[in-house]
């Protein structure tokens, strides 16, 4: 399995702009989480779903954030409009619910609102 | 709401120590608790996983402990290395996962 899958892995906007990150799970898994990194606040859990399905998105910052998962395979997060605050790295990480568990996370995406 | 802590914030090491890096937890209620490494600029890289039903687990010169009851985990670095240095991430799943702030480990040739 290649993994946990995440693209761009970088990303320049200018603010105002519309951002759309991407994420392929690893095939199997059925949970899929995203995350922001910021040295100030650390990771932050944005959102997580369930067999595809939102679970909680209490993490998310704003209304300006949308995550979607269309199909097991596949999720966005979408920032519009962004603004330079929004600047962080994004990871995507996915796992099988149930024993073992263990999260594997993808190589992020850099995003610089400018 | 869970709250993960990690003692020390930053470590800085002579080659060939042996060190121990804490975490500790508010909530025991936890599935499992997961050990990650990210070098700078990168992803996170699992190290261990240990069950909530296990009291460590070990790969190499790492071993993690983890006492439930008490909201503690220890990762121990046997005979340190410099390629050792990175930020250690301390993780813990009660239906998501919450993590630390990390400790950022140097290691002096």
């Known amino acids: 399995d290649a993994g946990v899958i995440q693209s761009p892995r970088h990303e320049v906007t200018e603010m105002g702009q519309e951002v759309t990150l991407r994420c392929k799970p690893i095939s199997g898994h059925n949970s899929l989480f995203w995350y922001r990194q910021t040295m100030m606040r650390g990771l932050e859990l944005l959102i997580y779903f369930n067999n595809n399905v939102p679970i909680d998105d209490s993490g998310m910052p704003e209304d300006r954030f949308s995550a979607k998962m269309p199909n097991a395979s596949f999720s966005t997060l979408k920032i519009q409009p962004s603004e330079p605050r929004d600047s962080a790295v994004y990871f995507c990480?996915?796992?099988?619910?149930?024993?073992?568990?263990?999260?594997?996370f993808g190589s992020g995406t850099r995003l610089t609102v400018v | 709401k869970q709250e993960v802590t990690q003692i020390p914030a930053a470590l800085s090491v002579p080659e060939g120590e042996n060190l121990v890096l804490n975490c500790s937890f508010t909530d025991s209620a936890i599935y499992n608790l997961q050990w990650f490494r990210q070098d700078p600029g990168k992803g996170l890289t699992s190290l261990l996983l240990?069950?909530?039903?296990?009291r460590e687990q070990t790969s190499g010169r790492l071993n993690a402990s983890l006492d439930k009851s008490s909201g503690r985990s220890t990762l121990y670095i046997a005979a340190s290395q410099p390629g050792d240095s990175a930020t250690y991430l301390c993780a813990v799943d009660d239906n998501d996962m919450r993590f630390g702030a990390g400790t950022r480990l140097t290691v002096k040739p």
């Open positions: 240990i069950q909530s039903s296990q």
């Open positions: 990480a996915s796992s099988l619910v149930g024993p073992p568990g263990g999260y594997t």
